[in-house]
C-alpha cells in the first residue's frame, strides 16, 4: 500500500469513525436541550 | 386512543396535552431505527463501488464534502419538518404548505415501488443464506445465480413464468415484514432496529477482521484506498459523491419525516441526526475495507489484481462475487452464512422503513388503525412484488424499475421537498429555530444555505439523468420495455403525486398546532389557514 492510500485510508478512518465516535458522546452528554420553550409535552399511545 | 394534542395558541401548556402518534421509547430506539433505515444493501454494494470507479482513495475527499455539506443538511431538513409539523410524507408536507402534499405522496410513491423489488433482493440474501450451507453455489457463482437460481430468461421480456427459489422465500419475507409493520412502531419497527442494527454491526466487524486476515487482503484494500487526484477534477467524481451520500443516508422519500414524526415533541434532533449521518458512513467504510480485502482474496486466488476483476459493484457483487471468494476461503461456510445473513438484516431494517412511510401515509389520510394500514400495505404489495419479481424476467425489471425510481424519482422527491419548504412554504427560519430551540446543536444560518445550494446540484442531477435516459436509453433495453416498466414508473410516481391530494382526509388535520409556536420562535404570527375544506366529519374514525 503506498504512502498516499495509507493517508488517505487513515484520514478517512479519524473523520468518519471519530466523527460517529465524537457525535455518541456528545449526545451521551448531553441527550436533551434543558432549555426548551414551554410546553410541548406529549403522552405515550398505550400499546 | 388519547385525543390528537392541542397546544393553546400562546404556547402555555394545556392542562392536558395528550398525542395521538405512536412514539419512539426513546432516542437510542429512534438513533437505531434511522441507522436501521439508512444502513441497507447500498452501503455493502454500492459505495465501495462507486470509490473504486471514482478515484479511489482521493473519493473520500468529496465523499466526506458531500457528508457535510449535503447529507447532514438534508437530513436535518427532514427531521425538522417531520418533527415539527408530525406527520406523515403526505401530511407534514401539507402543513409546510397547503398545496405540497402531493409531494409527500410522490415520497410515498417512491417507497411503493423500492418496496416492491427491495424485497426480492431480500428474498435472494435469504435464499443464498440457506445455500450457504452447503456451498450449492461454490462450483459456477455466475451460473447458479443467473441459469440455477433466478432461471434468468430474455432481457427485455416480459413472463409470468414463477420461479419456486424464489417466490417461496419472497412470499415468507413479505409476511414477516406484514407482522413487523402490523405490530406497530414500538413493538414492530423499534424491536428490529433494537435487536437488529447491534446484531448487523457484530456480524459485519467478524467478516471484516477475517477478511482482513486473508492472502492479498492488504492488496485490495490498497485497491480501494490507492488515490487518483486527478479524478478531483472530474465533475462526474463529485456527482457521484453527492449521489451516493445521497441514496445512502435514506434522503428524500420521506422515510426520515415519517421516522422524526414519531419523537416526541421535547427532543433532541440535530445531535441524534449527526449519530445517524456518521453511523451510516462508519458501516458504509467498514463495509468498503471487508468487501475490497475479500476482492483482493480473490484476485490472489486467481493469479489476478482487483482490477482484472468482474463484478465489483450491485447485485452481482453480493451474488456472483462474493460466492466466489467464499468457495474459497477457508471456513466459508461459515462466513457465507454471516455475510447473507448480514444482507437480510441491513436490507430488512430499510425495507420496514420504506414501507412505515406507506403505512403512516395511509393512516393519516384514511384514519386507518397501524394494524389494518399495514397488512393493507403489505396483502397490496405482496401481490405485485411476486408477480413483477418472482418470474424468470424480475432481474431485468428491477434493474429498469430501480433506474426511474430510485436515480430519478428521488432526486425529484429531494427538490420538490426543498422547494416546498424553503421556496414557496418559505419555512426556512421556522425550521432553522425548530431546531435551534429543541436541540443540544444549533444547525446555524449556514444550514438554509447549504440546502438551497444542495438543490441547485440536485436540479442539474436530475436533468442529466433524465436526459441520458431520455438520448441512451438504459441497459441496452429495448425502448418499448423501457417506456412501459421505465417511464411508466415515473408516469405512477406522478399520478400518485398528482391524484391522491385530490381525496378528502379522513381526520381533522387542522386540530394541530405547531410547538414551539412561532410566537416562541421570535416569528410573526402566521396567517391562520385551517384545512376544513378537505375535512369529511362523516369519515372520522
Not at chain 2, 412470499?171 to 407482522?179: G, M, R
Not at chain 2, 429495448?478 to 421505465?486: I, N, Q, T
Request: aromatic share 12%; charged share 15%; with cysteine.
Amino acid at each position: 500500500m503506498t504512502g498516499d492510500a495509507l493517508t488517505l485510508m487513515l484520514v478517512s478512518i479519524v473523520l468518519i469513525w471519530g466523527g460517529l465516535a465524537a457525535s455518541i458522546v456528545y449526545v451521551a452528554r448531553r441527550p436533551e436541550n434543558d432549555h426548551m420553550p414551554a410546553g410541548g409535552e406529549d403522552t405515550r399511545v398505550p400499546d | 386512543m388519547a385525543d390528537h394534542a392541542e397546544q393553546p395558541a400562546d404556547g402555555a401548556a394545556a392542562p392536558h396535552t395528550h398525542e395521538k402518534r405512536e412514539h419512539w421509547s426513546g432516542q437510542t430506539a429512534f438513533i437505531l431505527a434511522a441507522i436501521g433505515s439508512a444502513v441497507g444493501l447500498g452501503n455493502i454494494w454500492r459505495f465501495p463501488g462507486q470509490a473504486y470507479e471514482h478515484g479511489g482513495g482521493a473519493f473520500m475527499i468529496p465523499y466526506l464534502v458531500a457528508l457535510i455539506t449535503a447529507g447532514i443538511p438534508i437530513l436535518f431538513l427532514e427531521n425538522a419538518i417531520g418533527h415539527r409539523f408530525r406527520g406523515s410524507a403526505p401530511l407534514a408536507m401539507k402543513r409546510v404548505h397547503r398545496n405540497a402534499e402531493g409531494v409527500g405522496w410522490l415520497h410515498v410513491a417512491i417507497c411503493f415501488v423500492i418496496g416492491l423489488y427491495y424485497t426480492a433482493i431480500i428474498a435472494w440474501a435469504v435464499s443464498y443464506f440457506f445455500f450457504s450451507f452447503d456451498l450449492s453455489y461454490a462450483d459456477d457463482p455466475a451460473g447458479f445465480f443467473t441459469a440455477d437460481y433466478l432461471q434468468l430468461g430474455e432481457a427485455g421480456t416480459v413472463s409470468l413464468s414463477f420461479v419456486p427459489h424464489v417466490l417461496i422465500p419472497l412470499a415468507a419475507v413479505w409476511v414477516v415484514t406484514i407482522v413487523i409493520l402490523a405490530l406497530g412502531i414500538h413493538k414492530g419497527v423499534e424491536r428490529l432496529n433494537v435487536i437488529g442494527i447491534p446484531v448487523l454491526v457484530a456480524t459485519f466487524l467478524v467478516i471484516v477482521v477475517r477478511a482482513l486476515f486473508l492472502d492479498g487482503a492488504a492488496d485490495g484494500v490498497a485497491a480501494l484506498f490507492t488515490p487518483d487526484f486527478a479524478a478531483l477534477t472530474d465533475p462526474q467524481v463529485w456527482i457521484a459523491a453527492y449521489g451516493q451520500i445521497f441514496f445512502s443516508l435514506s434522503l428524500a422519500y420521506g422515510i426520515m419525516i415519517t421516522y422524526a414524526s414519531y419523537r416526541r415533541r421535547r427532543s433532541n434532533i440535530t445531535a441524534p441526526g449527526m449519530v445517524v449521518a456518521f453511523g451510516n458512513s462508519s458501516f458504509e467504510l467498514l463495509a468498503g475495507i471487508g468487501v475490497f480485502a475479500t476482492l483482493g482474496f480473490l484476485a490472489h486466488e486467481q493469479g489476478t489484481t482487483v482490477a482484472g476483476l468482474d463484478n465489483l459493484a450491485g447485485p452481482f457483487l453480493s451474488f456472483v462475487t462474493f460466492p466466489a471468494v467464499i468457495a474459497e476461503m477457508p471456513g466459508g461456510a461459515f462466513f457465507g452464512a454471516l455475510f447473507f445473513g448480514s444482507l437480510v438484516l441491513a436490507g430488512m431494517t430499510s425495507l420496514v422503513s420504506v414501507l412505515q412511510v406507506i403505512s403512516a401515509a395511509l393512516q393519516d389520510k384514511f384514519g386507518l388503525h397501524p394494524r389494518g394500514s399495514a397488512v393493507a400495505v403489505g396483502l397490496v404489495s405482496a401481490v405485485l412484488s411476486i408477480i413483477g419479481f418472482g418470474t424468470t424476467t424480475g432481474l431485468y425489471l428491477l434493474d429498469t424499475v430501480d433506474q426511474w425510481s430510485n436515480q430519478l424519482g428521488i432526486v425529484a422527491g429531494a427538490i420538490t421537498m426543498i422547494a416546498a419548504a424553503l421556496w414557496f412554504g418559505r419555512r426556512g427560519h421556522e425550521l432553522e429555530r425548530h431546531l435551534a430551540a429543541v436541540s443540544t446543536m444549533r444547525p446555524g444560518r449556514y444550514w438554509i444555505w447549504l440546502v438551497n445550494a444542495v438543490a441547485v446540484l440536485l436540479i442539474y442531477m436530475f436533468a442529466e439523468k433524465a436526459v441520458s435516459l431520455i438520448r441512451d436509453g438504459y441497459g441496452g433495453y429495448p425502448g418499448w420495455y423501457l417506456a412501459v416498466f421505465g417511464w411508466g414508473t415515473a408516469a405512477f410516481l406522478l399520478a400518485v403525486a398528482l391524484l391522491m391530494p385530490l381525496l378528502r382526509w379522513r381526520r381533522d388535520i387542522a386540530r394541530f398546532h405547531a410547538w414551539p409556536t412561532r410566537e416562541q420562535l421570535a416569528l410573526p404570527a402566521e396567517v391562520g389557514e385551517r384545512h376544513t375544506e378537505d375535512y369529511d366529519p362523516k369519515g372520522e374514525p
